[in-house]
């Protein structure tokens, strides 16, 4: 009985392979290559009369223009000092201090930060700072270094473009080492 199931599932399997194999080269008959037509297309993937407007001046944006200057660091300083400075109220109800900080979190901080007992951040005085580092070729995200009652302590701030604001993506001790 088993041998009758299987061979037709052998023989369905081998007239697919067949004729996914096709015919050999030799009985094909020969045709005739013709060339494609050359399309030229810019960094965009966009080809000559394919609507899309290809001057220079109207060329597509691929990205925020982002810089780093006096304003900037400013802004990042400004936001690290308060978004630390509400961070470091232990004595603050869990809903209020959330509330109050909730504004400064990127969206992936909120879900973390909204599960931190305020009660349980063993600094309630920052002694210094911020202290800004940031990698030469990226205007976007940033690290705010602070010292506190408690001992040193960072933020990551990031943000998406020029005139939007920095958003806190992470708050941590530094590890003793």
Request: hydrophobic share 40%.
């Amino acid at each position: 009985m088993r041998r009758t199931t299987f061979a037709p599932a052998v023989l369905a399997a081998a007239a697919l392979l067949t004729a996914c194999a096709g015919t050999p080269a030799a009985s094909t008959p020969a045709t005739t290559a013709t060339a494609a037509p050359t399309i030229t297309a810019d960094a965009d993937g966009h080809s000559t009369g394919d609507g899309h407007d290809h001057d220079e001046a109207t060329e597509h944006y691929h990205g925020p223009n982002v810089t780093w200057d006096a304003g900037s660091e400013k802004r990042v300083k400004d936001t690290a000092a308060k978004a630390m400075t509400l961070f470091g109220r232990p004595t603050v109800e869990e809903k209020t201090w959330f509330k109050d900080l909730e504004p400064l979190l990127a969206a992936e901080y909120k879900e973390d930060a909204r599960y931190i007992d305020p009660a349980r951040v063993p600094f309630s005085t920052v002694t210094d700072g911020p202290a800004i580092s940031r990698e030469a070729q990226n205007p976007m995200t940033v690290t705010a270094a602070f010292d506190t009652d408690a001992g040193p302590w960072t933020i990551m701030l990031h943000r998406i473009g020029q005139d939007d604001p920095w958003l806190v993506t992470s708050i941590s001790p530094v590890d003793a080492q």
